[in-house]
């Protein structure tokens, strides 16, 4: 899959870094899957938007799944839960959180009866989240993209595939923004351990474009379908659904 091999995403109010891919896709947004767990608000508060307190959410690569963060959101708890592979881990840090400082963590769980183990990191003003470190238990290789949710844009994370004409197969994760319009994704070929990315906004008829144009999939509710040409002109089709 020819896509700009970029590791890091960074998401800040509304800006969601990522690159490359085209063309194809319809879908009407009142059709599609719906997530019944999910969220349909921020449960970021306002007073937490230029903060490092907060709520942080992200994809992961290596198998699948999705992590959160909730750093002192509403006061009190710092808390995480990581979804790999459709299991749950719940992890917690004992860092206390300090104003006006960067946030700097190693959160901790049990998977499978194994010790997980996932530094997150973030600036005073809640820019640039990441993980620096991590130990998953049968996830070696695992990337991780985390942004920053704030109160007036809600984060959803969707996890895919990616299927190409070479053949080729491959885990698409995405992040987007409804509020911001933007999304950015992961993608990671089966049996890599690199991650790509890709970037773009979301129009108003809720195509998911790529900043070079091209046009990837389409959201619907809560689903992502499309297919398109690369730049060497092999057809990828994606899919995916939300998951949190």
């Given at each position: 899959?020819h896509?700009?091999n970029?590791?890091v995403i ?8 990522i690159a ?6 319809t879908?009407?947004s009142?059709?599609?899957y719906t997530c019944?767990s999910?969220?349909?608000?921020p449960?970021a ?7 490092s307190?907060?709520?942080?959410k ?13 750093v ?10 990581l979804?790999i ?5 719940n992890l917690?840090s ?6 006006g ?8 769980g049990?998977l ?19 993980i620096t470190?991590?130990?998953i238990p ?15 844009s ?14 080729e197969?491959?885990t ?10 933007v999304w ?6 089966n049996?890599?351990t690199?991650?790509?990315d ?6 108003s008829?809720n195509k ?10 389409t ?13 060497n002109?092999?057809?990828i089709t994606?899919t ?5």
């Amino acid at each position: 899959m020819h896509i700009k091999n970029v590791t890091v995403i960074l998401f800040s109010l509304g800006l969601l870094m990522i690159a490359g891919c085209k063309k194809d896709s319809t879908d009407d947004s009142t059709d599609g899957y719906t997530c019944v767990s999910c969220k349909t608000q921020p449960d970021a508060l306002a007073a937490n938007d230029a903060s490092s307190k907060g709520i942080y959410k992200g994809v992961v690569i290596g198998s699948s799944g999705t992590i959160s963060f909730n750093v002192m959101n509403d006061g009190t708890g710092i808390t995480s839960t990581l979804v790999i592979d459709g299991t749950t881990v719940n992890l917690t840090s004992s860092i206390t959180w300090t104003a006006g400082q960067a946030y700097v963590a190693p959160f901790t769980g049990t998977l499978n009866g194994s010790p997980v183990s996932i530094t997150f990191t973030v600036s005073a003003n809640g820019g640039t989240p990441s993980i620096t470190t991590s130990s998953i238990p049968g996830h070696p290789n695992a990337s991780f993209t985390i942004v920053k949710e704030t109160s007036s844009s809600l984060i959803e994370c969707f996890e895919g595939t990616y299927h190409s004409s070479l053949p080729e197969d491959g885990t698409f994760n995405l992040l987007l923004s409804r509020a911001a319009k933007v999304w950015g994704a992961d993608v990671r070929k089966n049996g890599e351990t690199e991650t790509d990315d890709a970037k773009g906004i979301i129009t108003s008829d809720n195509k998911l474009v790529e900043e070079n144009g091209t046009v990837m999939g389409t959201l619907s509710n809560d689903e992502i379908k499309g297919s398109f040409n690369d730049s060497n002109g092999r057809k990828i089709t994606i899919t995916g659904k939300r998951t949190l």
